[in-house]
T-cell receptor
């Protein structure tokens, strides 16, 4: 099992550019989560999907952020336009549906917006 | 809105010591309390978890103590090792939503 795969590992972009982060969940997992980690705010849930359907996007900070899950094996998080305050590590995680199912995290994408 | 409070922010112990990390929550709808361990450059990984109908759970050198009436829980690491140096997050779940504490950076000196 390759685990949750995220790409790219690092992204450096200029303010105003579009950024797309990608995630491949563990095969068979039907819940997918996007988290953002910063020193100031810790780990924040941005959005999560069950069976490819967005369930709770209340953590998405602004309309500049959007997430899609076109199929069970792929999800994207897009920021358009990006701003310096978006700089953070973005994690994708997947799990089997159910409140006691552990989350399996990818190794994250470190985003730097200059 | 931070619903899980974690302390201390950082902790330094000597090898063999017993670091203790504390968490408190407010939402009584939380029904599952996992702890995650994160090494630099990696995502958090599940370490140990407990349900509110149990007061203590032990797995190897890691023990969770849970006080439902006080809405508090803690992680104890017995015989700590330098390899335990990492950031530890407590968390609480309600349904599929997992809320994390602020994290504790643990350093175990040789």
């Amino acid at each position: 099992d390759a685990g949750v795969i995220q790409s790219p590992r690092h992204e450096v972009t200029e303010m105003g550019q579009e950024v797309t982060l990608r995630c491949k969940p563990i095969s068979g997992h039907n819940s997918l989560f996007w988290y953002r980690q910063t020193m100031m705010r810790g780990l924040e849930l941005l959005i999560y999907f069950n069976n490819n359907v967005p369930i709770d996007d209340s953590g998405m900070p602004e309309d500049r952020f959007s997430a899609k899950m076109p199929n069970a094996s792929f999800s994207t998080l897009k920021i358009q336009p990006s701003e310096p305050r978006d700089s953070a590590v973005y994690f994708c995680a997947s799990s089997l549906a159910g409140s006691n199912s552990p989350l399996h995290f990818g190794n994250g994408t470190r985003l730097t917006v200059t | 809105q931070q619903q899980v409070k974690q302390s201390p922010q950082s902790l330094i112990v000597q090898k063999g010591g017993i670091p203790i990390i504390n968490c408190a929550y407010e939402n009584t709808a939380f029904d599952y309390f996992p702890w995650y361990q994160q090494f630099p450059g990696k995502g958090p990984a599940l370490l140990i978890a407990i349900r509110p109908d149990v007061s203590e759970k032990k797995e190897g050198r890691f023990t969770i103590s849970f006080n439902k009436s006080a809405k508090q829980f803690s992680l104890h690491i017995m015989d700590s090792q330098p390899g335990d140096s990492a950031t530890y997050f407590c968390a609480a779940t309600s349904g599929s939503r997992l809320t994390f504490g602020e994290g504790t950076q643990l350093t175990v000196n040789p």
